[in-house]
C-alpha cells in the first residue's frame, strides 16, 4: 500500500477544501492508499500533531466549504523559518528536519496545493528528493503554465457583485465609487471583475497609470450626463513614476503588505471636487463557498495529481490548458509568473468599451 500526503500553503482561497476531498477520495477509493493530512501547510512536518490520517469521513461535507480544513500558513518556508535562539530572532534553513521527517513518515508522495511561494518550496524540495506533485492555487491567478488557478472565479465573481451594488449607490449619489481589489503583481481580478461589473476605470499593475487620465474619463462622462462613475483598483497598481503602495514593510519572513492606492486615488479625484467614497474588498475575495467552475477545477486537479504519483511522476504541476488538465514540470512552470498580456484581448475589450485603463 503506498502512502501519501497532502498540504496546503500559502494564503486561503476558495477551492482548497475541493482538492483535499478529491485527493482522499480518489486515492483511498481507487487506489486503495493511505492518506495522511499535514496541518499549517510546510510546518506541519515540524510539529507533534501536524500529521494525522485522512479518511473518507473526514472530508465528508467539505465541497461547498471554504478555506482548508487542513489550515495554512504563508510564513510557513522551511527554508528561511524565524525561530528563538538566546532570544534574538534568527532565519535558520530546517529544510533538512522536513525531509527527514517526509522520509521518516515513509512517503510515496506528497500533493503540494499553492501558489507561486508555496510551489516554489515544493521545486526545492523535489530537488532534495522529496516526491512532489504540485496544484496550482491563488485568486491572483498570477502561476505559469496554467490557464487558470482555482480560487480565481470565485473572487472574480465575489468582486463584480461589490461592484454592482457600488453602481446603485453611486448613480442614487452622483458619485464616484473606487473600489480597491487584490492583486499583487497581476491585474486579472481587477481587469475580469471590472469589464464583468461595467467599471469606467480599471487600474492594474501592468499599466502604470496616470491621475490626469483618471480626472479626464470622470469629468467626460459629467459632461456626458452621467454624475456617477465606479473606479475598480488593484492593490498593486501605481502611477506613472511612482511605486506601489504597502500598509506594511517587509523582511526576510514577511512579504510587504500592499494596500491603499485605493485611497490615495480617491483622496486625488476628492481634491478635484468630485464627491468619492472608496471600499477596500480585501479579504471577502478570498473567503466564503467557491463557484461551480472552481470546485470543478479543483476536483479535476486532485484526482489528476493522484494520477501523477501513480505514474510516478514527480516534480510535476497539473495545470489546465485548451481546456483539458494536463502536466509540465514545475521548474517550467514557475520559470515565469503569469501577468496580464497587455496585447491580449482582455485589455482590447476593455479599451473598446471605452474603460480607461489610466494611460
Not at 145 to 162: C, H, L, P, Q, S
Not at 181 to 198: C, E, K, T, V, Y
Not at 300 to 319: E, H, K, P, S, T
Request: hydrophobic fraction near 45%; charged fraction near 25%.
Amino acid at each position: 500500500m503506498k502512502r501519501i500526503a497532502v498540504l496546503t500553503g500559502g494564503g486561503d482561497a476558495p477551492g482548497l477544501n475541493a482538492v483535499i476531498r478529491a485527493v482522499t477520495k480518489s486515492a483511498i477509493q481507487v487506489y486503495g492508499w493511505e492518506v495522511l493530512g499535514v496541518r499549517d501547510g510546510f510546518d506541519g512536518f515540524l510539529k507533534p500533531q501536524g500529521v494525522f490520517p485522512l479518511r473518507l469521513e473526514d472530508i465528508r461535507g467539505i465541497l461547498p466549504r471554504g478555506g482548508t480544513i487542513l489550515g495554512a500558513a504563508n510564513r510557513g518556508n522551511p527554508f528561511a523559518r524565524k525561530v528563538i535562539r538566546e532570544g534574538k530572532e534568527v532565519i535558520e534553513d530546517v529544510s533538512g528536519q522536513v525531509v527527514q521527517r517526509i522520509q521518516d513518515l515513509n512517503l510515496d508522495g506528497l500533493v503540494v496545493i499553492g501558489g507561486d511561494g508555496t510551489l516554489h518550496i515544493a521545486l526545492e524540495l523535489f530537488q532534495l528528493g522529496v516526491p512532489v506533485v504540485g496544484v496550482p492555487k491563488t485568486i491572483d491567478n498570477d502561476v505559469g503554465g496554467t490557464e487558470v488557478t482555482f480560487g480565481f472565479d470565485t473572487a472574480v465573481n465575489i468582486a463584480m457583485d461589490a461592484i454592482d451594488r457600488l453602481h446603485t449607490t453611486a448613480e442614487a449619489h452622483h458619485r464616484v465609487m473606487v473600489i480597491e481589489l487584490m492583486g499583487r503583481d497581476a491585474g486579472f481580478i481587477a481587469l475580469q471583475a471590472g469589464i464583468a461589473g461595467g467599471a469606467d476605470v480599471i487600474l492594474i499593475p501592468e499599466i502604470p497609470f496616470q491621475y490626469e487620465r483618471i480626472l479626464e474619463k470622470i469629468r467626460q462622462r459629467i459632461a456626458d450626463g452621467r454624475l456617477f462613475s465606479i473606479v475598480v483598483v488593484s492593490e498593486g497598481a501605481h502611477p506613472l513614476g511612482g511605486e506601489k503602495t504597502y500598509q506594511r514593510s517587509g523582511d526576510a519572513i514577511y512579504a510587504p503588505r500592499l494596500g491603499g492606492v485605493g485611497y490615495k486615488v480617491g483622496e486625488f479625484l476628492e481634491a478635484q471636487g468630485l464627491e468619492t467614497r472608496v471600499t477596500v474588498l480585501g479579504h471577502l475575495q478570498r473567503g466564503g463557498s467557491p463557484t461551480a467552475f472552481d470546485r470543478w477545477l479543483a476536483s479535476r486537479f486532485g484526482v489528476a495529481a493522484v494520477d501523477l504519483i501513480a505514474q510516478g511522476r514527480f516534480g510535476n504541476m497539473v495545470a489546465l490548458r485548451h481546456g483539458r488538465i494536463v502536466d509540465l514540470p514545475l521548474e517550467e512552470a514557475l520559470r515565469e509568473p503569469k501577468r496580464v498580456d497587455l496585447q491580449g484581448d482582455g485589455v482590447h475589450t476593455a479599451r473598446q468599451l471605452g474603460i480607461c485603463l489610466g494611460d
